[in-house]
């Protein structure tokens, strides 16, 4: 199984997830709320997170339902994501809205 990390801020938190694992998988491997999921589709905002490094070659590439809504939030532009949407497909580290 290949691993790859996940670093989370401000906590300083490093995690790893099997490649490809959804970031929904996360509290279920750590047994912590880190990223607050709420609707876990796409619908209600809470899990937004900043990419701080990865991109969309870590994450995937947002589908236009999350782009769309994105925008909704104010927060197009690329730097952002809905954590619920993304996959972990290699390193990256997210900062999560305090
Ligand atoms: S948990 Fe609702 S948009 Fe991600």
């Known amino acids: 199984m290949i691993l790859k990390k996940l670093t989370l801020q401000p906590q300083g938190l ?3 997830l ?3 694992s959804r970031l929904t998988d996360l509290e ?3 047994q ?3 990223i607050p999921f709420g ?3 796409g619908a209600c905002g809470s899990c937004v997170v900043e990419v701080v490094e990865g991109g969309t ?3 995937g590439e947002p589908d236009l339902d999350e782009l769309d809504f994105l925008e909704d939030l104010g927060k197009s532009g690329g730097n952002h994501r809905l954590a619920c949407q993304c996959r972990l497909l290699d390193s990256a580290t997210l900062r ?3």
């Open 14 to 16: 490093e995690v790893m």
């Open 18 to 20: 099997p490649a490809g």
């Open 28 to 30: 279920y491997e750590i």
């Open 32 to 34: 912590q709320r880190v």
């Open 39 to 41: 609707c876990r589709s």
């Open 57 to 59: 070659a870590a994450l």
């Open 96 to 98: 999560v809205a305090e």
